[in-house]
T-cell receptor
Framework: AQSVTQLGSHVSVSEGALVLLRCNYS??????LFWYVQYPNQGLQLLLK??????LVKGINGFEAEFKKSETSFHLTKPSAHMSDAAEYFC??????????FGAGTRLTVKP | NAGVTQTPKFRVLKTGQSMTLLCAQD?????MYWYRQDPGMGLRLIHY???????AKGEVPDGYNVSRLKKQNFLLGLESAAPSQTSVYFC????????????????FGPGTRLTVL
């Protein structure tokens, strides 16, 4: 079985500050990992994905995530937060057609 | 391309009423999914389909039925709505990437907000 844990249901940062959203996974085999973003009243949009190539993955809007097998983590970062980054972020792990598992989500607030 | 579209966007039902949510995709994807999103619980898979004419149960299938009569459409039905089915419903479609890596990448619709009174 595999699962995803997102540490912190709410994260608040100041504009220009570092964004760090934490995701840990449990999987009996090497997983494929995803970060999705959901803006208010919208569907989920793929930010980036890890598919066993490079461990540091770059995504859209300046976000990146690093796969660390020893820590079973896939944390999402952005060097400098922008007001438009305010949204809910979901980490997900997948091993097949019917086994995409999502974390509970982290709501990011960006203060001016 | 419109991507994944969902109809309706909002709906209010009374307990015991029935309704059908429609999902359509124009990306020729084989796989389609229905999820529900509840606060603090992320997305949970209700049903999914790996091709036209096939459906399967996900994590939380009770109280829902689905049909995939055409490749581009995936319908979610509630036969007798209950307040516990108040949620936001998302449809997704995906293709299977095979080769050195094998995974599926899902594309989501905008969601349907359902309230059952």
């Amino acid at each position: 079985a595999q699962s995803v844990t997102q540490l912190g249901s709410h994260v608040s940062v100041s504009e220009g500050a570092l964004v760090l959203l934490r995701c840990n996974y449990s999987s009996s085999v090497p997983p494929y990992l995803f970060w999705y973003v959901q803006y208010p009243n919208q569907g989920l949009q793929l930010l980036l994905k890890y598919t066993s190539a490079a461990t540091l993955v770059k995504g859209i809007n300046g976000f990146e995530a690093e796969f660390k097998k020893s820590e079973t983590s896939f944390h999402l970062t952005k060097p400098s937060a922008h007001m438009s980054d305010a949204a809910e972020y979901f980490c997900a792990v997948s091993r097949g057609v019917n086994d995409m598992r999502f974390g509970a989500g982290t709501r990011l607030t960006v203060k001016p | 391309n419109a991507g994944v579209t969902q109809t309706p966007k909002f709906r209010v039902l009374k307990t015991g009423q029935s309704m059908t949510l429609l999902c359509a995709q124009d990306m020729n994807h084989e796989y389609m999914y229905w999820y529900r999103q509840d606060p603090g619980m992320g997305l949970r898979l209700i049903h999914y389909s790996v091709g036209e004419g096939t459906t399967a149960k996900g994590e939380v299938p009770d109280g829902y039925n689905v049909s995939r009569l055409k490749k581009q459409n995936f319908l979610l039905g509630l036969e007798s709505a209950a307040p516990s089915q108040t949620s936001v419903y998302f449809c997704a479609s995906s293709y299977w990437v095979s080769g050195r890596a094998m995974y599926n990448e899902q594309f989501f619709g905008p969601g349907t907000r359902l309230t059952v009174l």
